[in-house]
């Protein structure tokens, strides 16, 4: 784009980027340079920014997600621009989903050390039941025969086991509020990052507004829980009880920017998750009949308990497929630290490089047929590796949520499909938007029918980008 330049690539890749880079490594390979030089940026918030490159497999993600040193994450966030010091009006963005996005090295280490109590094994079982009821009441609210965008009940659903579990039960109101301001500010990454000016009509003013709300928010909740003076079992609450070796606490900031983090990825990626995989199940019918047959054989109704769910292998391999073809969060970033090699190519300090799950999952030297959705592909062969399938990213810096995602996904899965079928209208229009998460757009309407088995309808035709991400089997 010879007037616009790097800017003018920027704004193309930001209204798909996978579409983009599906060009992009076509054309060069799986190491590439988005833009190079400044003003042009993704995500970082130095002023001066090298360029943008992108990549994907195995090799090049160990590479990347190895060296703990020599790429760094930063904050998805920054002030008006580049190197530009923090106002009143931007310095909610310092904390705002920060958290473990923003450290590195030791501080990290030590900040993830903190942390890991909040996620042991045995407490994010202790979140079953809350899962269940909460699920529950979702199940309610579903009426055979209707036509319903499950987006937001998934969103809806995720937000209040967030809240329920990262607040406790007496944040209930203030916590769905929070969620509600964080999915907007998601929504708006994108478009604020291509014009970051802070001019009434832009995206940009919109987005430190939600930002403010947020910050003021979280900081309340805090305060509040403080306050109180009671421990509880829920997550804000063993942060603030939590200290390092020398005894210390976190900050405020600090609380703040990993509520945020914990919140916004406690919810938003599980329901892109559910909604992506309640799709795929849609769409191929007999892997449903199949699933649903097990979930009969296990449960015979019932809510999966802790102990259920490693006898449910192939609702444990769908969902690995699920997020194999469609990964919620398909790219991750880091920051080159300081001068290195990679992939045999030389990255001056401060270079960009956004790795993509949904390109490495895609690999047919990996998954033969990788356009298919195939959960048994998960039963007969071995592990494909953590740099092979990254849906919660690798290395040190993988999800510390994983664990609570996936028993979240499972739990819910179970719930509804023993109780409702789901089948898409025909001629729907459905399209990828990816910000920060892939979710479908505007939204995913599906019939819901009472659970008869009745799994021969064949599948729908849909329309939209959505039909870029899968092929279905031959008739």
Known sequence: MPILGGLGRLAKFSL???????????EHGRIAVLVRGRPTRVVSTERHVPGTVCLYGPELNR???????GFHKCALSGPLYPGEPFTARTQPLSRLLTGLFSVNGDEHRRHRRLLMPAFHKSRIESYRDDMVQLTDSLIEKLVPGEVRDVRPDMMELTLRVATKTLFGADMGTLGIDIGRDLQRWLELFGPSTILPLDLPGLPYRRWL?????IDRRMSDVITAKRQSGRGGKDM?????EATDEAGDPLTDDQLVGHAGVIFAAGHETSSNGLCWTLFLLAQHPRFAAELVGELDSVLRGRAPTVDDLPSLRLLDFTIKESMRLIPPVPLNHRIVARDCSLGGYTLPAGTEVLSSAYHTHRMPELYPEPLRFQPERWSDREAPGPYAYSPFGAGPRMCIGATFALMEMKIVLAMLLQRFRFE??????IDRFLTITLAPKPGLPLLVRAQDRDFRAPPATVRGSVR???????N
């Open 16 to 26: 798909d980027p996978i579409r983009y880079l599906d060009g992009l490594f076509r």
């Open 424 to 429: 898409l209208v025909p001629g729907t229009r």
């Open 209 to 213: 507004d939600i930002c403010r709300s």
């Open 63 to 69: 590479a990347l997600f190895t060296d703990h040193e």
């Open 468 to 474: 870029e991400l899968y092929e279905l089997p031959p």
């Open 236 to 240: 804000l609450s063993m942060l603030l």
